[in-house]
């Protein structure tokens, strides 16, 4: 049934997309464990962190040029075989110091961006826009499952075979995944950049498009000032909350991120066998429901629920995950269908970028603030306002969030 409505495009996409996602799985739980046994230091892990994030924040804008200017498919599988190559060559010259995989890290972190460009700008000409939400569900379901397996199995292969074989086999993975993608059928016309001066002018006006649509600011505005607001409860206040104050043990703490991948399958499965396009009309009860679990969480303490807080947050944190898909899926999904595709990668690389820029100041502010005030707290002061803010988005841009979608958003000359 899937296969006739969404199309050999889309499959051989998706197919793609699984294979990459599952190397990649495996070696993001493999590298932490060899830098951990290597250097024994939470500095390194966080500095692998940081060669990651930098790097990508400051060539996305450069980026959505590219993806919009240049053939797509050539550089979604071009990218995937040159990674693929890399971590050949990594394995090949033994490039497995500390400070090499630092250095290598950075190059897949910037190969990754031009990478995201191409595909994000590609993906919604793949199937037809009343088949788009139900795309993207079936895609992140794999994902999720993915998530769910690969701690074990990266586990499992660092035990047997070390940093070595999660390295092959990414580097594997990433020639299957392109091996796919060739056979993509994609009609682009490319547009080749003459001068730096024209890379400038894109740059800015993916930012100038973005900002030139009311509708379209209304959606980013409202999805960037959740994100400052609540990303600081999942990245810093959620695990605070489970080690410290709760005293889970490492496995029981393993089971709250499974809860949330659990929760966060189900809704995708949810739209992508049931809802479809329909999900999009369930944004805001979604959105209110998933600020209530939210608020619910402040009061899962021992003090409050006793013996009753660890399976009370596992089923917190199980409904989060589930009414976060049915809220970030419609969302995407508005977006994907509202920005014409010439200037699709240089939006939604924008979009990144701005939300990355904004995620540290929350969680500048909470990290020191939690010893002192507590979680409840915590917790309280960043969903209450976001209830507000969501409360008047709903009361005045009700109509303009629902709407957006049904026709291509104008381009800025």
């Given at each position: 049934?899937?296969?006739?409505?969404?199309?050999?495009?889309?499959?051989?996409?998706?197919?793609?997309?699984?294979?990459?996602?599952?190397?990649?799985?495996?070696?993001?739980?493999?590298?932490?464990?060899?830098?951990?046994?290597?250097?024994?230091?939470?500095?390194?892990?966080?500095?692998?962190?940081m060669v990651e994030l930098i790097p990508r924040?400051?060539?996305?804008?450069?980026?959505?040029?590219?993806?919009?200017?240049?053939?797509?498919?050539?550089?979604?599988?071009?990218?995937?075989?040159?990674?693929?190559?890399?971590?050949?060559?990594?394995?090949?010259?033994?490039?497995?110091?500390?400070?090499?995989?630092?250095?290598?890290?950075?190059?897949?972190?910037?190969?990754?961006?031009?990478?995201?460009?191409?595909?994000?700008?590609?993906?919604?000409?793949?199937?037809?826009?009343?088949?788009?939400?139900?795309?993207?569900?079936?895609?992140?379901?794999?994902?999720?499952?993915?998530?769910?397996?690969?701690?074990?199995?990266?586990?499992?292969?660092?035990?047997?075979?070390?940093?070595?074989?999660?390295?092959?086999?990414?580097?594997?993975?990433?020639?299957?995944?392109?091996?796919?993608?060739?056979?993509?059928?994609?009609?682009?016309?490319?547009?080749?950049?003459?001068?730096?001066?024209?890379?400038?002018?894109?740059?800015?006006?993916?930012?100038?498009?973005?900002?030139?649509?009311?509708?379209?600011?209304?959606?980013?505005?409202?999805?960037?000032?959740?994100?400052?607001?609540?990303?600081?409860?999942?990245?810093?206040?959620?695990?605070?909350?489970?080690?410290?104050?709760?005293?889970?043990?490492?496995?029981?703490?393993?089971?709250?991120?499974?809860a949330a991948t659990l929760g966060t399958l189900?809704?995708?499965?949810?739209?992508?066998?049931?809802?479809?396009?329909?999900?999009?009309?369930?944004?805001?009860?979604?959105?209110?429901?998933?600020?209530?679990?939210?608020?619910?969480?402040?009061?899962?303490?021992?003090?409050?629920?006793?013996?009753?807080?660890?399976?009370?947050?596992?089923?917190?944190?199980?409904?989060?995950?589930?009414?976060?898909?049915?809220?970030?899926?419609?969302?995407?999904?508005?977006?994907?269908?509202?920005?014409?595709?010439?200037?699709?990668?240089?939006?939604?690389?924008?979009?990144?970028?701005?939300?990355?820029a904004t995620t540290p100041l929350g969680m500048?502010?909470?990290?020191?603030?939690?010893?002192?005030?507590?979680?409840?707290?915590?917790?309280?002061?960043?969903?209450?306002?976001?209830?507000?803010?969501?409360?008047?988005?709903?009361?005045?841009?009700?109509?303009?969030?629902?709407?957006?979608?049904?026709?291509?958003?104008?381009?800025?000359?």
């Amino acid at each position: 049934m899937f296969e006739a409505k969404l199309g050999r495009n889309f499959w051989l996409y998706t197919i793609g997309r699984w294979i990459s996602q599952a190397g990649w799985v495996i070696q993001d739980v493999a590298v932490p464990l060899y830098i951990l046994d290597q250097a024994g230091s939470g500095a390194m892990m966080s500095l692998f962190i940081m060669v990651e994030l930098i790097p990508r924040l400051l060539v996305n804008p450069i980026a959505g040029v590219i993806g919009d200017r240049y053939d797509r498919k050539k550089l979604m599988y071009g990218l995937d075989i040159a990674r693929g190559v890399l971590l050949f060559a990594v394995i090949g010259f033994n490039l497995l110091g500390i400070y090499q995989l630092l250095v290598v890290q950075m190059a897949m972190s910037v190969m990754g961006a031009f990478f995201s460009a191409g595909i994000v700008g590609m993906f919604p000409d793949l199937v037809e826009r009343e088949q788009l939400a139900r795309a993207n569900s079936i895609l992140q379901s794999g994902g999720q499952i993915l998530r769910i397996l690969g701690p074990i199995l990266g586990g499992l292969i660092y035990a047997i075979g070390g940093i070595k074989l999660a390295i092959l086999i990414n580097a594997v993975s990433f020639f299957g995944s392109g091996l796919f993608e060739v056979l993509i059928e994609y009609p682009w016309k490319t547009r080749k950049l003459s001068s730096l001066r024209e890379v400038w002018d894109d740059m800015v006006g993916g930012f100038r498009f973005m900002r030139s649509s009311r509708n379209l600011m209304v959606l980013v505005s409202f999805g960037v000032i959740l994100n400052t607001l609540l990303n600081p409860v999942f990245a810093v206040v959620l695990p605070y909350l489970a080690r410290i104050e709760l005293g889970l043990s490492s496995v029981k703490f393993g089971s709250v991120e499974t809860a949330a991948t659990l929760g966060t399958l189900a809704g995708n499965m949810l739209i992508a066998l049931k809802l479809g396009e329909k999900s999009e009309d369930f944004l805001f009860g979604a959105l209110f429901a998933q600020l209530l679990c939210l608020t619910g969480l402040a009061f899962v303490t021992r003090s409050i629920l006793g013996e009753l807080a660890y399976p009370s947050l596992l089923g917190i944190i199980g409904l989060i995950g589930f009414f976060n898909t049915l809220v970030n899926i419609p969302l995407f999904t508005k977006l994907q269908k509202a920005v014409p595709d010439e200037v699709r990668s240089r939006f939604f690389t924008a979009m990144e970028t701005i939300m990355m820029a904004t995620t540290p100041l929350g969680m500048a502010l909470v990290g020191p603030l939690i010893d002192v005030a507590g979680t409840t707290v915590i917790i309280l002061a960043l969903t209450v306002p976001s209830v507000m803010v969501t409360l008047y988005y709903y009361l005045r841009f009700r109509e303009t969030v629902v709407n957006i979608g049904s026709e291509n958003a104008e381009v800025v000359p």
